[in-house]
Structure formats: structure tokens, C-alpha cells
């Protein structure tokens, strides 16, 4: 019993501490953001890299879901950082809700976020 008592700590220790998040902010960011009221936070584009025994079990579809589901969650985390930021007190600007930010998406018919940026390469060249 203890050594299995030990094997559960010793894995959830090890699981927190390889599922640290660091985050890049951009330096300037507080002078680039001191003429918005408020931000959107889109949906993030990923790239899922499996195990070749897991690429055989999933079909180009599902990668292409959980590359989808993993840009959401990252946006769903990027919204909690930058509401605990605004909560104290260290970010002026407003963080629009991220249903609405994807419904707004939604509504363009733009479903991912590598079509928004193919769209801005195509208006700056």
C-alpha cells in the first residue's frame, strides 16, 4: 500500500511539474496596448505531434479536431491569465469575452485562425 501511495505522489509531482506553462509576453506590450479599450483573444493555432503508433490511430480528421480543441483551450487559458491581470490591477484595458470573440468568427464563416492569417499575407503582399 505505501508503495503504491508513493508511485501516486511521485507521478502527480512529476505530472505538475512537466505541465508548467511559460508564457512570452511582448515587452512593449503595455505601450502597444495603451491606445485599446479593449482586446480579443483568438483562437490559437497548434500543431498536434504524436507517436507514430498514435498517428496510425487516428485519421488526418481527428488530428485536425485536436489541433482545433487544443487552440481553444489555449485560448480559454490565455482569457483566465488576462482577467487575473485585470483583477489586480495590472492591466487597464477591457478583455472581450472569448464567446463572443468566437461568435463574431463565426459569423464571418472564419473557422481558423490560419485562415485569418493567410488572409492578412494576402492583403500585405
Not at 511559460?22 to 490559437?44: C, G, R, W
Not at 498517428?55 to 480559454?76: F, P, T
Not at 492591466?91 to 485562425?113: E, F, P
Request: net charge positive; charged share 20%.
Amino acid at each position: 500500500m505505501k508503495n503504491l501511495l508513493c508511485l501516486i505522489v511521485t507521478l502527480i509531482i512529476s505530472f505538475l511539474s512537466h505541465g508548467q506553462t511559460s508564457l512570452y509576453e511582448n515587452p512593449q506590450f503595455d505601450q502597444i496596448a495603451a491606445d485599446h479599450k479593449v482586446i480579443a483573444i483568438l483562437p490559437f493555432s497548434t500543431s498536434v505531434k504524436l507517436r507514430p503508433k498514435q498517428m496510425k490511430e487516428l485519421s488526418k480528421s481527428d488530428i485536425e479536431k485536436l489541433e482545433e480543441s487544443e487552440g481553444y483551450s489555449i485560448q480559454r487559458f490565455m482569457y483566465s491569465w488576462f482577467l487575473k491581470r485585470k483583477g489586480r490591477g495590472t492591466l487597464a484595458i477591457n478583455i472581450q469575452d472569448i464567446s463572443l470573440t468566437n461568435s463574431i468568427l463565426s459569423k464571418q464563416s472564419i473557422s481558423s485562425i490560419k485562415y485569418i492569417f493567410s488572409c492578412r499575407i494576402s492583403k500585405d503582399s
